[in-house]
């Protein structure tokens, strides 16, 4: 388990990083909130236990800007500020927990525990997009340049697929099977239907097309061909 320590204060930072490595835990420390905030979203590690007060960028920043980026990395915040109403202010941040000044190790360590053992969130995707072209899965709204784009249900499904796979190519047969679950060679020319009426939706009229032919291949969707 790696765990991030973003604490200004060498003394404090020593003590936890001295124990986190005598429990088996690989620890890093940041010594204030830039590069705390830095290393907390390079998403890896397990968990971060930040101060509340840092200089540059404060923990409760910190926190903020994590669950922003849909990072749910367990958060332990700590603080000298015990009273009830500055807890409830750094849990409603999007802290996990929240542990006091001065603290016994022996706490922090089983917090830590408590907080490993949740299982994470899973953050549910709510947009996909490709250069200038933005699906929206919740309202099902597809723009480009900002101008909406009007699609049948079908070319919804296969412009979703493409643009879950952006950047690859896509064959026949994985758009009969992904888009309409066909598990067999229809002999039809479906796809290529499909394909037709999604390029003139999705690239005439704008500066560069999206979706490109591969020959013998398949399609893809992309900025370049």
Not at 20 to 32: H, I, R
Request: net charge neutral.
């Amino acid at each position: 388990m790696r765990i991030l320590v973003i604490e200004d204060d060498k003394k404090t930072a020593d003590y936890i990083l001295k124990g986190l490595a005598e429990c088996g835990y690989t620890a890093d420390w940041a010594p204030d909130g830039h590069a705390g905030l830095h290393q907390a979203t390079s998403g890896k590690y397990d968990a971060v236990v930040v101060d509340r007060m840092l200089p540059g960028v404060d923990g409760l920043a910190i926190v903020k800007a994590l669950r922003a980026a849909e990072i749910g990395v367990p958060v332990l915040i700590l603080s000298a500020l015990a009273h009830v109403d500055e807890r409830v202010t750094g849990l409603r941040a999007g802290g996990d927990d929240y542990l006091s000044k001065p603290f016994a190790f022996s706490e922090l360590h089983a917090r830590l525990e408590a907080l490993l053992r949740r299982p994470r969130a899973i953050t549910q995707q709510t947009q996909l997009q490709v250069e200038d072209l933005v699906m929206d899965l919740l309202t099902r709204k597809v723009t480009r340049a900002g101008r909406s784009i009007d699609l049948r249900p079908q070319e919804l499904k296969l412009l979703e697929y493409l643009m879950r796979h952006a950047g690859e190519v896509v064959t026949r047969t994985m758009l009969f099977e992904g888009v309409w679950d066909f598990h067999f060679d229809p002999q039809t020319n479906v796809v290529d239907v499909h394909i037709s009426r999604l390029r003139q939706k999705i690239d005439k009229g704008f500066g560069k097309p999206l979706i490109h032919t591969h020959r013998g291949g398949g399609y893809c969707i992309g900025p370049d061909s």
